[in-house]
């Protein structure tokens, strides 16, 4: 099994543009996250989702983040415009199980974002 | 609201010495717990986790952790380091029935060889 993957593995851009991090979880689970690691907050729940639909994205910092699901293989987050201060690592990390239970969740290499 | 609070941000060890990581959480009824492990240059990765029972669980490369109820704690020990342990260590915290993990700030080791 190839495990979680993400693309892009960096990313360097100019503040104000879009920004695209892509996703493909391990076949046959059905939970999708999406985290932002930084220094200073740690590990934050962006967004997550059940069987493709958003279940809870409480944690997107606000309207300039979006995530999608079209397929139980791909999501996508992005970041129109982009921001210094969205400088992070992006993790995506899929799970299988039922609602509320004891899923480990399995992690892919996250995507190292700076933002100029 | 929910929280996981881990005491020390940064730990240093020699070689063989003991660990302890601190982990406490907030909340009152029934949680699952993790501790992931995110080695330098690598991605994070489950080292052991408690749903029930044995409240001393063992994980991966001779770690354990303990879940004692009455101190909302769930401690990641390993009796003697070795280099290799050298990560960042997070506990996260599953409650009831929210499928999102509460993540601690993290913990960073570094064993010295």
């Known amino acids: 099994d190839a495990g979680v993957i993400q693309s892009p593995r960096h990313e360097v851009t100019e503040m104000g543009q879009e920004v695209t991090l892509r996703c493909k979880p391990i076949?046959?689970?059905?939970?999708l996250f999406w985290y932002r690691q930084t220094m200073m907050r740690g590990l934050e729940l962006l967004i997550y989702?059940?069987?493709?639909?958003?279940?809870?994205d409480s944690g997107m910092p606000e309207d300039r983040f979006s995530a999608k699901m079209p397929n139980a293989s791909f999501s996508t987050l992005k970041i129109q415009p982009s921001e210094p201060r969205d400088s992070a690592v992006y993790f995506c990390?899929?799970?299988?199980?039922?609602?509320?239970?004891?899923?480990?969740?399995?992690f892919g290499p996250g995507t190292r974002l700076l933002v100029l | 609201a929910q929280s996981v609070s881990q005491h020390n941000h940064h730990v240093i060890l020699s070689e063989a010495a003991s660990l302890e990581l601190g982990c406490n959480y907030s909340?009152?009824?029934?949680?699952?717990l993790f501790w992931y492990v995110q080695y330098p240059g690598q991605h994070l990765q489950l080292l052991l986790k408690?749903?029930?029972?044995d409240p001393l669980v063992k994980g991966i490369k001779g770690f354990e952790a303990e879940f004692i109820k009455s101190k909302f704690s769930f401690n990641l020990r390993k009796p003697s380091v070795q280099w290799s342990d050298t990560a960042e260590y997070f506990c996260?915290?599953?409650?009831?029935?929210?499928?999102?993990?509460?993540w601690g700030l993290g913990t960073s080791l570094a064993v010295n060889p």
């Open positions: 989702f059940n069987n493709n639909v958003p279940i809870d």
């Open positions: 408690y749903f029930s029972g």
């Open positions: 996260a915290v599953n409650a009831g029935n929210n499928r999102k993990l509460i």
């Open positions: 076949s046959g689970h059905n939970s």
């Open positions: 909340y009152g009824g029934t949680v699952n």
């Open positions: 990390a899929s799970s299988f199980g039922l609602a509320g239970i004891q899923e480990t969740q399995y």
